[in-house]
């Protein structure tokens, strides 16, 4: 059975003329069935939705910096700490023969990490997702 919006409002809106519901109840439930909940006030912050933060956090240490910066706090450090981990880890690339295998592993992990960040999954990435740096 589906729900057409489009009626649900209506009758929200007859509850709001009739004083029934507040304006900003109506408002609240307009967001939460058009699927606009929270983008408002991301917006008003300045900040980086959660998605898009743990997208950013990927996209190397110039991208988690500015995770860093304006992310979104609620539920930024899942996805930050994942990126955080997989930076740090790709440093060892550098030793020569080994590290380049390693580079190989890396990039996977990285593409895994930012999948999660797209899908916006809590996923660990395997082998290094379990360290915790940022709390």
């Not at 409002?9 to 909940?37: C, M, P, V």
């Not at 580079?103 to 395997?126: E, H, S």
Request: glycine residues 8%.
């Amino acid at each position: 059975m589906s729900v057409d919006v489009t009626e649900v409002l209506r009758q929200y809106r007859e509850l709001l003329e009739d004083g029934i519901i507040s304006d900003e109840e109506f408002e609240e439930k307009r967001k939460e069935l058009l699927g606009e909940a929270d983008t408002e006030e991301v917006k008003k912050e300045g900040r980086l939705s959660n998605r898009t933060t743990g997208i950013v956090a990927y996209i190397g240490w110039i991208g988690f910096l500015v995770a860093i910066l304006l992310g979104d706090y609620s539920t930024r450090p899942f996805h930050v700490n994942q990126a955080l981990i997989v930076h740090l880890f790709s440093l060892l690339t550098f030793i020569p023969f080994i590290g380049w295998i390693w580079a190989i592993a890396m990039f996977v992990f990285w593409v895994m990490g930012l999948y999660y960040a797209v899908k916006d999954q809590n996923r660990q990435i395997p082998l290094i997702g379990g360290f915790r740096i940022i709390q």
